[in-house]
């Protein structure tokens, strides 16, 4: 009763609040692989088609300045569902393991189970870990969902693996993610008598970029729009920078191959795909017994570049590898077509979903909550975003400044009010030290960094600066 109770008088406090079916709200979890900032209510690009996503986001509160805690799946998942930074944790990386962490932690999924949630999981949440057939994980796991038809590859000629994109002969109704959607829609249409907490992974625009015709036919090929871009981006980036970005791996051969218009047209394509089942699911939401008192969740799981700094993939710690998208709607609090600009990283969803749901929120879990943020976009906001890709290497973003720093010591600073797409490194300025002094406070000191999980020491290198006396 006293969390009943606690709900009410959270949801009252800002503004009146429709009356709940169960005891607690539902929640409609939403997670993405792979789509950076390529939707329209972030215009990463001027040709992306993405209304459905959009008119989702519409309905609370869009965070503009959302990031990953690690520009990988593996870690940024594991990060947003634990409440734990890879340097506590040892994920860094697709390589580390989660499980020896994860599998003893009060994950998001296990604390609304044991708080009296049905708690439904489907697609892709975590990476490489979701503990199926454990009862204090799921009520119910249904994992992946294989896409059926005819299977392709290397359809770019690059013969890179999944790094590859083209039609795909095959129903939209084949395809894996619009098979999870149709579970999904099932659970909102036929609610657990009891809170319900619903996790939907959507695996598109995850490479490879194949989906059926139609989707390509949105974006004729002559009419496609390359990335901005400018001529020796990677002149003032230091050797750690641009051993990330690896300009003469996936970069060259895009280049070399004339395939950069057609890797965008597939991203593109493969967005529009997964924006179609976005507007299938919220029909379904709104029609649903319990859709206007469902908090509904939307999250990507790090950013992509498709050329920006000679770079492809995640896997690096510039704006366009950790900025997300990223919005929750919370009936009878967020108001509808709301913009948040403050730099907010994915450590914090863990403790605002406990808040506005009553729970308590676990000891490890150390983000600070965006509730007050939900309430009001421009409430004092004193936290920075803080993305880690490997042992040591740390970017922090506040609303002006992206300040990098590797695990050798070599820096990057830009400045977002004069240098949006980041083709100006500040580091070396003097006039700067304040700037990057106050960012680098974010960081954890060099005792506090965990070995990966991997056991790989190829992650440091050996590089990790000396800790001053």
């Not at 209510?41 to 993405?50: E, S």
């Not at 920078?241 to 791996?249: C, F, S, V």
């Not at 950790?322 to 450590?347: E, H, K, N, Q």
Request: overall charge neutral; hydrophobic content about 35%; charged content about 25%.
């Amino acid at each position: 009763m006293f969390r009943f109770l606690l709900v009410l008088c959270l949801f009252a406090s800002s503004g009146p609040i429709s009356s709940f079916a169960v005891e607690k709200p539902d929640l409609l979890f939403i997670a993405v692989d792979d789509l950076n900032d390529w939707v329209g209510h972030l215009g990463g690009h001027p040709q992306a088609r993405t209304p459905n996503i959009d008119r989702l986001v519409a309905r609370g509160v869009t965070f503009t300045n959302a990031h990953c805690v690690a520009p990988a799946c593996n870690p940024s998942r594991a990060g947003l569902m634990s409440g734990i930074r890879p340097w506590k944790s040892g994920i860094y990386t697709n390589g580390d393991p989660a499980h020896p962490v994860l599998k003893d932690t009060l994950t998001i999924n296990r604390h609304f189970l044991a708080n009296g949630y049905s708690v439904f999981g489907a697609g892709k949440i975590y990476h490489g870990f979701h503990s199926e057939g454990r009862e204090d994980t799921w009520t119910q796991w249904k994992g992946l969902f294989g896409t059926q038809g005819t299977h392709v590859s290397n359809l770019n000629g690059l013969n890179k693996s999944h790094f590859d994109w083209g039609v795909l002969p095959a129903k939209t109704e084949e395809m894996g993610d619009y098979k999870s959607t149709d579970w999904a829609i099932d659970k909102l249409m036929h609610p657990s008598e009891g809170p319900m907490f619903v996790a939907l992974g959507y695996v598109k625009p995850h490479l490879p970029w194949h989906v059926p015709q139609e989707y390509f036919d949105r974006f004729p090929l002559d009419e496609i729009e390359l990335p901005t871009t400018t001529q020796g981006d990677l002149s003032d980036i230091p050797p750690a920078g641009r051993k990330m970005a690896n300009p003469d791996g996936d970069h060259a051969a895009v280049v070399k191959s004339n395939q950069w218009q057609k890797a965008v047209q597939g991203y593109l394509a493969t967005i529009s795909f997964l924006d179609d089942q976005v507007g299938r699911l919220l029909k379904a939401l709104d029609s649903s017994p319990r859709g206007k008192q469902t908090i509904v969740v939307w999250w990507t799981d790090h950013g992509w570049h498709l050329g920006e700094k000679e770079h492809w993939r995640k896997f690096a710690l510039w704006e366009e590898a950790t900025r997300t998208s990223f919005a929750i709607a919370v009936p009878g609090m967020t108001t509808a077509r709301s913009r948040c600009d403050a730099a907010v990283d994915y450590l914090s969803v863990y403790p605002t979903l406990c808040e506005l749901t009553g729970l308590p929120i676990p000891k490890h879990v150390q983000g600070p909550s965006l509730v007050p943020l939900l309430k009001d976009v421009d409430a004092p906001w004193t936290s920075v975003a803080v993305c880690t890709h490997g042992l040591g290497n740390h970017a922090a973003r506040d609303a002006r400044y992206r300040y990098i720093r590797y695990a050798n010591g070599e820096e990057e600073l830009y400045d977002h009010q004069s240098d949006p797409l980041e083709f100006t490194n500040l580091a070396k300025n003097e006039e700067y030290n304040s700037i990057k002094l106050r960012l680098a406070g974010n960081f954890p000191k060099i005792e506090d960094e965990v070995k990966p999980t991997s056991g790989d020491k190829k992650q440091d290198k050996g590089n990790l600066r000396k800790k001053k006396k």
